[in-house]
């Protein structure tokens, strides 16, 4: 059902050439600020010609793009932006609902640290997660929207390049400052100590998230929530120091706990306790919870068959139906 202001976009067409998870993704995003992402009558299985309309944004992913033929192809059709993500020719080659697409995830992450960063210590391993080619998504959509505002204020042209090396610093930023300030080994976990971030399962086999940070009142309002005011003063634990410096063994005391009582019980007595925290659900669970449909999450082209991403943000009151351009209730 249409409703509400049409999204920013809606007036902007786009071109997607390669067969990549990185294009497909694009589409996502662009498409979620109401661009009409057009067929490519190059690309075999596209849905159809492209009309006599140019497109506003050309999009060309993969090796085969020559920086002359973009600056030729650019300046020859005035208003346009084009932007140009350079795959490398040994990126591997995956398949989504029978189609073979390209990733650049498996070899960019582990060459820029990112398989590091988010393994477990002493555990490296490859990353299961489209990290890489989301980060290089965004990144180019990113590019996308500020070409389009440098050819509405007059410019002939715009052409935006990248590829996923640069990208991916996007979003593991983190993890590399903190190995440069610190000195740390980066990993999944590094940041837990440092947070005071808790994860235990409860009694229900659910799990309940704590995160005390540095306040030492949501030390002391912990130590008494769970029974145990022996831990607020014990050496070991006394200042917040002391705790990431013990972090291991203080996550043991506290999950010791949490598993005595079920994760609605630890809700109640920490909500009153005043401490910071959140049931831990699996991606089956967030789909399913209450809040997840209060603030207008539920997509049935997205949840829970996965094909394409959600649309957090509303237009007018609206929010763009996935792959359609079209705002929706």
Known sequence: MTTGSPPPLADVSAVITGESRVGRLMAEILTGLGVRVLADESQPGSAGPLGSAAPDLVITIGPDVAERRDENSAAA??????????LEPDDYQIYVNGRRESSGDALTTSHYGAVLGFSDPGDPRPLGLPLSDFATALSAAMGAVAG??????????SIVRLNPATALPLLTVDGITQAMAD???VSRTTRHPHAL????RCACGSGMTIQLSSSARFWRNLTEALGRPDLADAPE?????????NYERLLTEIQSELATRTAADWHEILKR???PHAPYLTPSQTVRHPQFEAIGLIDPVCVPQGTG???????GGARVSSGTGVAAR
Request: hydrophobic share 40%; charged share 25%; no cysteine.
């Open 197 to 200: 971030l808790f994860v235990s």
């Open 183 to 185: 000195g740390d080994v």
């Open 273 to 275: 306790a005043d401490i």
């Open 148 to 157: 389009l505002i440098t050819v509405r204020k007059g410019a002939p042209a």
């Open 77 to 86: 059709h005035r208003g346009q932006v084009h932007v140009h993500v350079d």
């Open 237 to 245: 634990y006394r200042g917040y120091h002391d705790r990431v410096r």
């Open 309 to 315: 991403l959600l649309r957090p943000l509303r237009f």
